[in-house]
Nanobody, 126 residues
Framework: QVQLVESGGGLVQPGGSLRLSCAASGFTLDYYVIGWFRQAPGKEREGVSCIMSDGERYFADSVKGRVTISRDSAKNTVFLEMNSLRPEDTAVYYC????????????????????WGQGTQVTVAS
């Protein structure tokens, strides 16, 4: 079965950190650009960070300097490390994958998504 499965979300205090994981099954992540998107209630979906197979990365201005994205080919997994979390980071975070796109174009939503994960809730609150 082809799927992306996110994990690692939860409740964290402002200033805290979380590490989200996006594990793929049924296909090899190495051949895809993988991105993390988020959507908060009443807001549009936002591309947070995306990574290409050659390592090219994109970060949204809202998270630049606070987030790192990496991929582990052996685990067929992409990670999103988030630090200095703020209440405005609260959202459902989804990972997604596609082919034929750069990190920027994928995160900006210019390319159709082939695979979506089910999402993981991140809540930043005291």
């Amino acid at each position: 079965q082809v799927q992306l499965v996110e994990s690692g979300g939860g409740l964290v205090q402002p200033g805290g950190s979380l590490r989200l994981s996006c594990a793929a099954s049924g296909f090899t992540l190495d051949y895809y650009v993988i991105g993390w998107f988020r959507q908060a209630p009443g807001k549009e979906r936002e591309g947070v960070s995306c990574i290409m197979s050659d390592g090219e990365r994109y970060f949204a201005d809202s998270v630049k300097g606070r987030v790192t994205i990496s991929r582990d080919s052996a685990k067929n997994t992409v990670f999103l490390e988030m630090n200095s979390l703020r209440p405005e980071d609260t959202a459902v975070y989804y990972c997604a994958g596609s082919k034929g796109a750069g990190a920027y174009t994928f995160c900006q939503g210019y390319v159709p998504v082939t695979y979506w994960g089910q999402g993981t809730q991140v809540t930043v609150a005291s």
